[in-house]
């Protein structure tokens, strides 16, 4: 049982716009920045969003983050085939004293 | 460019001990935080401990803590996982990662651990 809760699975088709949620609570999303992570099968994860909305150098702006209250959200526009993946949110969490992860949502490119 | 390269991991039995290595390059290591990532096989990513650029503050997971100890040397550029009385459940792929200020920036491939008799 993830401390940040998202939805175990995404879809769409090509072009489309999908977003995945991360929900948390005061202690970790409601107070600290999130970071999104990207691991394409059989690789090492990669850093696609960090400080809830900024993107590293060379992640397309079709990714965006955003927060809101205890919860964040990725989006994805104009959808790619190449985009299909394993999305993770993480935060720190002020209670627990640790890093958080959530239980990761599969994207499929229908 | 920014290189961070695993080591150490094996097939140990449970109740021993293992220690990883994590080489970095292309960067001074003494600026950054420093964390260890596990993924068993086939489930998510679990953050596992992090120490701070200067080692003073350390930081574990409620699994690990008590029987894993981070640790770095800076003029080697080198982060470390001490992992003692080791489970079945301790297996997993470890990553080690980079941390400029709250975010995880660069990672490395991985070193696979399997806790087996």
């Known amino acids: 049982q993830s401390v940040l809760t998202q939805p175990p699975s995404a879809s769409g088709t090509p072009g489309q716009r999908v977003t995945i949620s991360c929900s948390g609570s005061?202690?970790?999303?409601?107070?600290?920045?999130v970071n999104w992570f990207q691991q394409l099968p059989g690789t090492a994860p990669k850093l696609l969003i960090y400080s809830n909305n900024q993107r590293p150098s060379g992640v397309p702006d079709r990714f965006s983050g955003s927060r809101s209250g205890t919860s964040a959200s990725l989006a994805i526009s104009g959808l790619q085939s190449e985009d299909e993946a394993d999305y993770y949110c993480a935060a720190w969490d002020d209670s627990l004293n640790v890093w958080v992860f959530g239980g990761g949502a599969k994207l499929t490119v229908l | 460019q920014v290189q961070l390269v695993e080591s150490g991991g094996g097939v140990v039995q449970p109740g021993r001990s293992l220690r990883l290595s994590c080489a970095g390059s292309?960067?001074?290591?003494?600026?950054?935080?420093m964390h260890w990532v596990r993924q068993a096989p086939g489930k998510g990513l679990e953050w596992v401990a992090v120490?701070?650029?200067?080692?003073?503050?350390?930081y574990y997971a409620d699994p690990v803590r008590g029987r894993f100890i981070i640790s770095r040397d800076n003029s080697k550029n080198t982060l470390y996982l001490q992992m003692n009385s080791l489970r079945a459940e301790d297996t997993a792929v470890y990553y080690c990662?980079?941390?400029?200020?709250?975010?995880?920036?660069?990672w490395g491939q991985g070193t696979l651990v399997t806790v087996s008799s």
């Open positions: 120490i701070w650029y200067d080692g003073s503050n350390k």
């Open positions: 005061s202690s970790n999303i409601g107070t600290n920045t």
């Open positions: 292309g960067f001074t290591s003494s600026n950054y935080g």
């Open positions: 990662v980079r941390d400029p200020d709250d975010y995880f920036d660069y």
